[in-house]
Nanobody, 124 residues
Framework: QVQLVESGGGSVQAGGSLRLSCAASGRTFSSGSMGWFRQAPGKEREFVAA????????LYAISAKGRFTISRDNAKNTVYLQMNSLKPEDTAVYYC?????????????????WGQGTQVTVSS
């Protein structure tokens, strides 16, 4: 059974930084990809970034490009999301998700396993 545990959320002022972590366990993570999504109150869950376990290729949402960096540590089965220049509109619960199939997917339904989420609050 796959388990994904996020950490690193918190409250920060606009312009600040946070680093989220997602520790994965329960199967071999040498293939497939991992994604970060977020969901603000009253809004749909939206794609933020994704990374391939095999070669570290990345994909970003337009809102994240240039400010957020996704990375992975294969030895630790852990994925990170470094978030810089945070804005109040980045406030949301951030979820990591695991995709067993090859290739990226911006759609939440392309991911079979999800973490419990971690709150990120950015004040102006």
């Amino acid at each position: 059974q796959v388990q994904l545990v996020e950490s690193g959320g918190g409250s920060v002022q606009a312009g600040g930084s946070l680093r989220l972590s997602c520790a994965a366990s329960g199967r071999t993570f040498s293939s497939g990809s991992m994604g970060w999504f977020r969901q603000a109150p009253g809004k749909e869950r939206e794609f933020v970034a994704a990374i391939m376990w095999s070669d570290g290729s990345t994909l970003y949402a337009i809102s994240a490009k240039g400010r957020f960096t996704i990375s992975r540590d294969n030895a630790k089965n852990t994925v990170y999301l470094q978030m810089n220049s945070l804005k109040p509109e980045d406030t949301a619960v951030y979820y990591c998700a695991a995709r067993a199939r090859h290739g990226f997917n911006r759609d939440r339904y392309g991911y079979g396993d999800w973490g419990q989420g971690t709150q990120v609050t950015v004040s102006s």
